[in-house]
Antibody, heavy 126, light 110 residues
Framework: EVQLVDSGGGLVKPGGSLRLSCAAS????????MNWVRQAPGKGLEWVSS????????YPADSVRGRFTISRDNAKNSLYLQMNSLRAEDTAVYYC???????????????????WGQGTLVTVSS | QSALTQPASVSGSPGQSITISCTGA?????????VSWYQQHPGKAPKLMIY???ERPSGVSNRFSGSKSGNTASLTLSGLQAEDEADYYC??????????FGTGTKVTVL
């Protein structure tokens, strides 16, 4: 059974840092793209960042570029999101999500997100 | 990366059919056949319902179907059931490894 378990959320002050983790099991982690999607309280879904199966390609949304860094450890079946310079507008539930990997000549990406973690809440407030 | 446009709410009676639209641009919905749809019940994680515009994952009811015309994708729910009451989001690949979600639609079963 595919399982994704998100952790690492909490309360942090503006300008602070936090590292989210996603523990994967039930599938060959190194064969899939992994992604972070967030949802602010009462709002819709927003794609945050993606990383290819090998970790060679990483893509951030404009809203987090330069502040958030996605990474993965295929030996530990784990996905991470390092979040720096946090702002109030980063307050959200953060979900990790799996997706199949497709590669063109210049990039690797996933066409959809087929399994999701349960989410971890990040609150940025003084 | 502007959000795709969905109606805020759609409602129908049990047994009826409803359709949710998802309008983007030639740089996302119109440019790729990588539109997916997600169902989200309150307090739960999203669930994949349709991928690659019209494909259904194993285990998803055939009452759910997807289509696309130009820059607009659509999700149709046939034979509406009480358990279908949830929020629905479309999502499209937008090139260069990026994605854009829709604004979300609340489906109410009357």
């Amino acid at each position: 059974e595919v399982q994704l378990v998100d952790s690492g959320g909490g309360l942090v002050k503006p300008g602070g840092s936090l590292r989210l983790s996603c523990a994967a099991s039930g599938f060959t982690f190194s064969s899939y793209s992994m992604n972070w999607v967030r949802q602010a309280p009462g709002k819709g879904l927003e794609w945050v960042s993606s990383i290819s199966s090998s970790g060679s390609y990483m893509y951030p949304a404009d809203s987090v570029r330069g502040r958030f860094t996605i990474s993965r450890d295929n030996a530990k079946n784990s996905l991470y999101l390092q979040m720096n310079s946090l702002r109030a507008e980063d307050t959200a539930v953060y979900y990790c999500a799996r997706g199949p990997t497709l590669c063109s000549t210049t990039t690797c990406y996933t066409p959809y997100f087929d399994y999701w973690g349960q989410g971890t809440l990040v609150t940025v407030s003084s | 990366q502007s959000a795709l446009t969905q109606p805020a709410s759609v409602s129908g009676s049990p047994g009826q059919s409803i359709t949710i639209s998802c309008t983007g641009a030639s740089s996302d919905v119109g440019g790729y056949n990588y539109v997916s749809w997600y169902q989200q019940h309150p307090g739960k994680a999203p669930k994949l319902m349709i991928y690659d515009v019209s494909e259904r994952p194993s285990g998803v009811s055939n009452r759910f179907s997807g289509s696309k015309s130009g820059n607009t994708a659509s999700l149709t729910l046939s034979g509406l059931q009480a358990e279908d009451e949830a929020d629905y989001y479309c999502c499209s690949y937008a090139g260069s490894g990026t994605y854009v979600f829709g604004t979300g639609t609340k489906v109410t079963v009357l």
